[in-house]
């Protein structure tokens, strides 16, 4: 039984800390023991394998520790990167023999927000050459025992220890071994090959920059070159390597990391080259060994920093984010979405001002509290969803049907309160004339709810990055970011309610204020109507019909409501008990029916191929029909939407639909492809994490030719923005 000792996958587990693991494996037991060539634990299977069936005595043979690794965890190279331990092997042998070092494949980069970690998933073979004696004789057992100690991270990181065994016979000499596991040739097909290069190496400032001479690539190729340093803290992992490609060489500019190299000392590594082939990715390291020379006068341009608009989560730093999710949250009470409830919040506003100061700054605190509270619990549901293994992002919600037809009766009931014709409280609305006491600061407590809510379909400037970075961190950094956006959604009122000479400026109460109160109904009545029209893009017709005899439910319960709460306690109790029932029938009736109607709509639409022209200018994005259009060299442009996402669809409206658009794409060749996230979809989430997104819009031009970059436009467009963007082509 494996006894699991949880690590933190961002420690600095470097030198001391891979000591004190290994401490830790002979002192917890952490290990699975076994008489045999193979061991498991939860998340790896390894087996020990050799080159032969049966040796020589004196032979040279090659053995290999096989990792099958299940998905998303993974272990770590002879440099983890950032974090991490390097697996290691300790051998016992009979006398006379004697095992090599380690012989690493290519390794893979991992990245995890700020954290760049060099290791393998999936599969993995470790070889080591091992002289058998020349003491033992034909008949004997030559014996190997492997001692295995590796480090497996998702989330979390385990260490673990597996004890594998193999034992080969010893036959005569000219007799043949046999052919061994085909895992070893697989595995020295993955080993780095000696340099064919002459590399140099000079000590710029920013950190060494490597030339290699020749030919190494075509001026234009797109093949990816990655230098994996074997020391940790000669380079900084996580930093880009920018490169320029000469006729007579290769420059590759890299960032000195936390133990920098000095002149005349020797950087070592592989050097990997990744090219994609039509049978897939194809890579080749070279080993190289280079002492660092004098600088000289070359500067190399990182050209991946130039894509305008480029907004990578990855890239960003904890700090950064933070301040981005900030600047979204405040931008944020701007964005259609949050227009709603903003009439919630203007008429709390006008009844605040005959208020004490004391009380109007409690009310303020009260909405922000709503509204963090409401940021935490989306948090911790999606911390909960991607332990899962789920593929969520910003605004994932209303991605179900039936949370979207919830939100619509909310509102719907909302307004029917603001109409007068439901009353119930300031606990609910926020609205009644007794702001001073609990339940007026429960109603700022829900409008902060409410805010929240609505805000979540739109994603505002600065918020991009920022939840890209967060839906990559751990629980504790996720929250952060979460809050710091949630910070943002209500400063403005908050800093309204803590500054008087702003509230001076506020209109006297009045009778007035009932008619602006009732008028300010319509909004909530406006955004049910616009979440109906998304269930039905969700479900169909028959799920808008039960949504709409929902909503006439609530105007029955709500009728029944005002007419009996004044009433003796025997009729208020039956009318209490008439609406109890009839909410399990809404909530039972809502959620079965709109199960059934969403999965006949779903059925249908995998039935219909994506990427067909319809009659408007635009076809449905499919990874198939982008991958055709940019194997013929076309210019592409990307539309990633959903119906839930107001900011989507003014922007479709105002700038996309245009004439004058659509007139340049189609003179440009462009082809313009939508993705619809109303319902979740794979390859959309895979694109909006490809660009460092978590949710909708996103909006990418690509030019004319394969290996054209992309262009990511704003997330508030102008026809303006999107034509100037198409006359650059």
Same mark, same amino acid.
């Given at each position: ?5 949880? @690590? ?40 020990? %394998? ?93 014996? @190997? ?126 050097? %990997?080259?990744?090219?994609?082939t039509s049978s897939g990715t194809l890579a080749q390291g070279y080993q190289l060994d280079v002492k660092l020379g ?46 709603? %409830? ?41 911390? @909960? ?35 007068? %014709? ?36 739109? #994603? ?186 107001? #900011? ?47 949710? @909708? ?33």
């Amino acid at each position: 039984m494996i006894k699991r000792i949880l @690590v933190d996958r961002h420690m600095a587990c470097h030198g001391w800390i891979a000591s004190v693991l290994l401490v830790l494996f002979s002192i917890s037991g952490n290990s699975v023991a076994a008489d045999a060539d193979e061991a498991s634990t939860e998340q790896v299977k390894a087996k020990l %394998v050799a080159s032969v069936q049966a040796v020589h005595a004196g032979d040279e043979i090659t053995v290999g520790i096989n990792q099958r690794i299940i998905p998303h965890w993974h272990t770590y190279w002879i440099n983890p990167g950032d974090s991490g331990m390097a697996t290691s092997i300790a051998w016992t042998l009979p006398a006379g023999s004697e095992a090599g070092d380690i012989q690493w494949p290519i390794p893979h980069r991992f990245n995890v927000g700020p954290i760049t970690n060099y290791g393998y998933s999936d599969d993995v073979t470790l070889l080591t050459s091992i002289r058998v004696p020349t003491t033992l004789k034909v008949g004997d057992h030559f014996p @190997v025992r492997a001692l295995v100690n590796w480090l497996v991270c998702d989330d979390v990181c385990i260490p673990q220890e597996v004890t594998l065994t193999l034992s080969l016979p010893v036959i005569p000499a000219g007799v043949d071994g046999g052919n061994g596991n085909e895992l070893i040739a697989q595995a020295k097909q993955k080993l780095p090959i000696t340099s064919p290069w002459q590399v140099d190496a000079y000590g710029q400032e920013q950190g060494p920059l490597l030339k290699i001479p020749g030919k190494v690539l075509e001026s234009e190729s797109k093949a990816e070159v990655w230098f994996f340093p074997e020391e940790w803290g000669r380079v900084s992992h996580k930093s880009r390597q920018p490169r320029r490609i000469d006729p007579d060489a290769l420059w590759l500019q890299l960032t000195a990391g936390d133990n920098p190299l000095l002149a005349g000392e020797s950087l070592k590594g592989v050097l %990997v080259i990744s090219k994609q082939t039509s049978s897939g990715t194809l890579a080749q390291g070279y080993q190289l060994d280079v002492k660092l020379g004098p600088g000289i006068a070359e500067k190399i341009v990182d050209q991946e920093m130039l894509v305008e608009g480029a907004d990578a989560g990855e890239d960003i730093s904890f700090y950064s984010a933070l301040l981005f999710a900030l600047l979204g949250g405040i931008i944020l009470n701007l964005m259609p979405c949050v227009f709603p %409830v903003l009439s919630i919040k203007a008429l709390s506003l006008l009844h605040h001002s005959k208020q004490s100061q004391s009380q109007t700054r409690r009310h303020g605190w009260a909405y922000t509290a709503g509204v963090l509270a409401s940021f935490i619990a989306l948090g911790v549901v999606l911390i @909960v969803l991607k332990t899962a293994g789920g593929q969520v992002g910003w605004g994932f919600q209303f991605q179900s049907p039936i949370f979207v037809v919830l939100v619509a009766y909310l509102m719907f009931t909302v307004g029917l309160s603001l109409s007068g %014709v439901l009353t119930i409280g300031s606990s609910f609305t926020g609205v009644g004339s007794s702001l001073a006491d609990k339940s007026g600061y429960s109603g700022s407590f829900f409008t902060g709810v409410l805010a929240t809510v609505v805000a979540t379909p739109c #994603t505002a400037p600065f918020m991009g990055g920022a939840l890209g970075y967060a839906l990559t961190q751990p629980a504790v950094v996720l929250l952060s970011v979460f809050l710091s956006l949630g910070l943002g959604l209500a400063l403005p009122y908050l800093l309204l309610s803590h500054w008087p000479s702003l509230q001076r400026f506020l209109p006297k109460p009045g009778i007035w204020m009932e008619r602006f109160k009732q008028l300010l109904a319509f909004p909530m009545y406006a955004a049910a109507i616009w979440l109906i029209w998304v269930l039905a893009q969700q479900a169909g017709a028959n799920a808008v019909a039960l949504a709409l005899a929902g909503l006439l439910l609530i105007t029955l319960l709500a009728w029944v409501y005002e007419i009996t709460r004044h009433s003796s306690n025997k009729k208020r109790y039956a009318a209490n008990a008439f609406s109890f029932l009839g909410v399990l029938v809404l909530l039972y009736g809502s959620y079965s029916g709109i199960q059934l109607f969403a999965g006949a709509i779903g059925a249908a639409d995998s039935k219909t191929s994506a990427g067909i022209a319809t009659e408007k200018n635009w076809e449905v994005y499919s990874q198939q029909r982008f991958n055709d259009l940019r194997n013929q060299g076309k210019p592409v442009f990307i539309n990633l939407t959903a119906a839930w996402c107001i #900011t989507c669809l003014v922007n479709e409206q105002v700038a996309l639909s245009q004439q004058s658009v659509a007139n340049a794409f189609s003179k440009s060749g462009v082809t313009y492809l939508k993705g619809d996230w109303t319902n979740q979809d794979q390859q959309i989430t895979q694109l909006l994490k490809q660009f460092g997104r978590s949710g @909708v819009p996103l909006y990418i031009l690509y030019p004319a030719g394969k290996d054209a970059k992309p262009q990511v436009l704003p997330q508030i467009l102008t026809p303006e923005i999107v034509l100037n963007a198409v006359q650059k082509l």
